[in-house]
């Protein structure tokens, strides 16, 4: 009725608004104030990109979070979670490689497991590392994505093919990266091996060696995590 006689002239909207504020109706979120601590509850140890959590993941998708919200005893569809999904900042992310074939029924156990080590870890002080082989690159003056500050018209000359150079100054390398979870530091080790173990715990010993040992002086175990692999050492 109010909004008929808003249109009737009968009641006063100011020009910039097509109602007077209070119209429509209230958002879940005002019906039910404790909603969105609800879904961050259930997304805390499940998603990435919360500073706090040192491991996050995403193993979620909106209608198992719809259906754990109303488990919980609030009224609300998958749709509306995607709503309230933007209210607490998330997006939707390009893929990233992290599956391995089928999901296991414990996979969230495992991710949890090492969450755990690794705040166990982080509050002993003791290292705790991500690790990985990245593409091999050619050695050489060969063109890379991205760009760097030089002087106007005065652009990097780089080879038109990228062709291996096959001599002992160039060739191909693999990079082998080791990230410090604890101290946000990372370091990268080139070499000239495939992608083996032997290789990876000669790149593992060199971080130690290079900047591990003078971060953790005291230190008598190592955590270990990469995309399909987490121990102790």
């Known amino acids: 009725m109010l909004g008929i ?3 009737q002239g009968e009641r006063i909207v100011a020009p910039e608004r097509l109602r ?4 429509g109706r209230k958002s879940v979120i005002e019906k039910d104030p404790k909603l969105l601590e609800s879904l961050d509850k259930i997304l805390d140890p499940a998603t990435r990109g919360n500073p706090e959590s040192p491991l996050r993941w995403s193993s979620k998708n909106i209608v198992k979070l719809g259906k754990e919200l109303r488990d919980m005893g609030h009224s609300i569809s998958a749709n509306t979670v995607q709503v309230l999904l933007k209210e607490l900042r998330y997006s ?6 992290t599956r391995e074939g089928g ?3 414990d996979r969230d156990q495992q991710f949890l497991f090492i969450k755990e080590q690794v705040e166990q870890f982080q509050e002993k002080n003791q290292p705790v590392i991500s690790v990985d082989a990245k593409k091999k690159e050619l050695v050489g003056d060969f063109k890379n994505n991205g760009k760097e500050y030089r002087p106007q018209g005065d652009p990097e000359k780089v080879r038109v093919h ?5 001599d002992e100054d160039h060739g191909r390398v693999t990079p082998y990266g080791v990230y410090d979870l604890s101290s946000n530091t990372g370091w990268v080790n080139l070499g000239t091996d495939s992608d083996t173990s032997a290789f990876a715990v000669e790149s593992i010993r060199r971080w130690y060696y290079t900047m591990g040992q003078q ?4 230190a008598k175990e190592l955590l270990i995590t990469a995309d399909s692999y987490s121990g102790n050492t």
């Open 5 to 7: 006689k808003e249109l």
């Open 215 to 218: 971060a953790y002086p005291d």
């Open 20 to 23: 007077n504020p209070g119209g």
């Open 92 to 97: 939707l992310q390009s893929n990233l490689k």
């Open 162 to 166: 990228d062709f291996m150079i096959k």
């Open 103 to 105: 999901n296991h029924e």
